[in-house]
């Protein structure tokens, strides 16, 4: 990546009174992300690194495994730049696992353990993965495409490899009866066979990660919603990391935060874990989240910090087992638009439940490392994303050119800064488009986003380009719509995606789920039209409205609108 250049075009954005006494610009570590680790193993050894079902392990004793997994790996000839898949929910073998092959100088290739068969091969394939790191879950869809892929060793993980005996014992006798596991061979063992293998490996083992290497593969939609390998090196993820302790502030060594979000998604990895990790915080793995059971999560753990997605802080404020939560006090939502509707909604609880926390929403895409960009302490403004964090440059231009566009109108959001991606893997034309090098010689990220910018430098994110409705000329930005309809006071969340139409090509339909207790009616449905005609252009207006007691979400949480959007083509196919 390009040097810095301190004459880029900056807008008059608050950095000192967003952030307190904080930079523009932070100095940033060279080496790799399992150096951050160890750095602060130094200094707070017998801190708690995780808490995984109540088993506490501290920094010392985390960096004691992570060493034993490198010499492991190492023993079955992982060598510096070769790609593991881990294919893992939140467990400690995961992230043991992670920054062993991070110590090593090889490439940690993240993959969800639900994804399909012919998925899995392909994340293998295109990672040229010479190890497979799986949980036992996933083994029979690995199993049958293991040969067709240049994966060398599997290693399987048993999901009570590391639950406390009694609970281990207990989902052996319920759940995991119905788990079909492997023979031991040469070239599959579970867990702690491989681990007992460290013992083979007698050369010295030292941390090789330099900051342009490669450390991690995660995937996404890319530019063209084909799910392309985002390559991120040791630079880009400590970074990410850095720049968001210091915006967030108020992280102290020793708090507790929930690691709900996945560790095959860039917010659970770089955020939820290193970030956290890095601080000298606790993350307390969840590899399932149960919403229903949030109420006996937080009275177990008494979490500091919770950090989701939407949907998780929409399941925390329907619960109605939560009393008090006086021990938060930082409140991260990303991944997804947070509504100013849900905004209010999810300040108002955590007023009545003893805290005085507000939620701060960050935005970022897999491609920036996760978040590049968050609302400052105590400066919320309605409908902004935040301002850019420390070293991150952000510029609002007319799609797919550099030419700038005047505070408050709306143009494609790019981002520069060290965070962004190396690119594509395998993907020379993708990463073309959407890395490209300006006249000011910086690398910009071209994200596919709409946005403004206004003079302070809060950055106002509006929609996807490609999620965007065109009805009869007009562009319709389902957020906006979206806004409106939650501002209504029966409606919980709602999801707004374009339908065909034999006129105006499209036209809006919103998905709504009703508060609880609050039943759908004509009457109802009536009230929400009128609250939705007093504050949007008629072109904007739902043209069909829809009661549903869910929306359908994607595997990290979100909403998945394109399920939406599938159903309705479906229905005029039929």
């Excluded at 808490?51 to 060493?67: A, E, G, L, M, P």
């Excluded at 999560?297 to 939560?322: C, D, H, Q």
């Amino acid at each position: 990546m390009k040097k810095k250049d301190k004459k880029v075009n900056k807008p008059a954005t608050p950095w000192e009174t967003s952030y307190g006494n904080a930079l523009l610009e932070i100095e940033l570590p060279e080496g790799s992300l399992y150096d951050e680790i160890e750095r602060t193993a130094k200094k707070y050894p017998n801190y708690i690194a995780y808490n995984y079902f109540n088993t506490k392990v501290t920094f010392n004793k985390f960096i004691k495994d992570i060493k034993k997994c490198a010499r492991s790996l190492k023993a079955y000839g992982v060598e510096s730049g070769d790609a593991v898949t881990i294919c893992m929910p939140n467990t400690p073998e995961a992230i043991t696992a992670f920054y062993a092959i991070n110590m090593i100088g090889a490439v940690a290739n993240m993959i969800h353990p639900l994804s399909a068969e012919n998925e899995i091969k392909d994340y293998l394939n295109v990672s040229n993965s010479t190890m497979l790191i799986t949980i036992d879950l996933a083994w029979t869809k690995v199993e049958n495409i293991l040969k067709e892929t240049t994966v060398q060793n599997t290693v399987v993980v048993s999901v009570k490899e590391s639950m406390p005996m009694l609970l281990g014992i207990g989902y052996q006798l319920t759940k995991g009866l119905k788990v079909k596991r492997p023979k031991s061979s040469e070239s599959v063992m579970f867990w702690k066979e491989f681990i007992s293998e460290s013992s083979s490996y007698r050369e010295e083992l030292k941390s090789i990660g330099g900051k342009d290497d490669y450390a991690a593969i995660l995937y996404s939609g890319g530019t063209t919603g084909i799910s392309k390998g985002i390559v991120l090196s040791n630079y880009n993820l400590n970074a990410s990391a850095l720049q968001s302790l210091e915006a967030c502030q108020v992280l102290t060594p020793g708090d507790i935060s929930l690691a709900i979000l996945p560790i095959f998604h860039c917010f659970g990895l770089g955020i939820c874990i290193h970030a956290i990790l890095t601080k000298g915080v606790t993350a307390v793995l969840i590899p399932q989240f149960v919403a229903k059971d949030f109420h006996k999560l937080l009275k177990s753990v008494k979490p500091n910090v919770i950090i989701g997605v939407p949907t998780l802080f929409e399941a925390l404020i329907s619960n109605k087992n939560i009393d008090d939560i006086s021990y938060l006090k930082l409140a991260i939502s990303g991944g997804d638009t947070l509504t100013p509707s849900l905004k209010y909604k999810i300040d108002d609880f955590f007023r009545e439940h003893g805290t005085d926390t507000e939620v701060r929403e960050g935005y970022g895409l897999t491609e920036s490392s996760g978040a590049s960009c968050l609302m400052p302490v105590n400066k919320y403004k309605e409908g902004s994303i935040g301002v850019p964090m420390p070293n991150m440059y952000y510029k609002i231009v007319s799609p797919n050119t550099e030419d700038e566009m005047p505070y408050g109108e709306e143009g494609e959001i790019i981002i520069s800064g060290p965070s962004i991606m190396l690119g594509y893997l395998n993907e020379e034309v993708e990463t073309n488009q959407t890395l490209r090098i300006h006249s000011d010689n910086r690398i910009w990220l071209h994200t596919g986003d709409v946005g403004t910018m206004d003079e302070e430098g809060y950055i106002f994110f509006t929609q996807r380009i490609k999620r965007m409705i065109v009805s009869s000329g007009y562009n319709v930005y389902p957020g906006q719509v979206e806004n409106i309809i939650n501002s209504h006071e029966s409606v919980l969340t709602s999801t707004v995606v374009g339908i065909p139409h034999p006129y105006k090509h499209q036209v809006a339909k919103a998905f709504i789920v009703l508060k609880e207790g609050v039943e759908p009616t004509k009457v109802l449905e009536k009230s929400i039209r009128d609250h939705c005609a007093k504050s949007l252009a008629k072109f904007s207006l739902p043209y069909e409205y829809e009661f549903r007691e869910s929306l359908p979400k994607t595997l990290i949480g979100k909403v998945a609108y394109t399920k939406l959007i599938e159903e309705e083509l479906n229905k005029e196919k039929e």
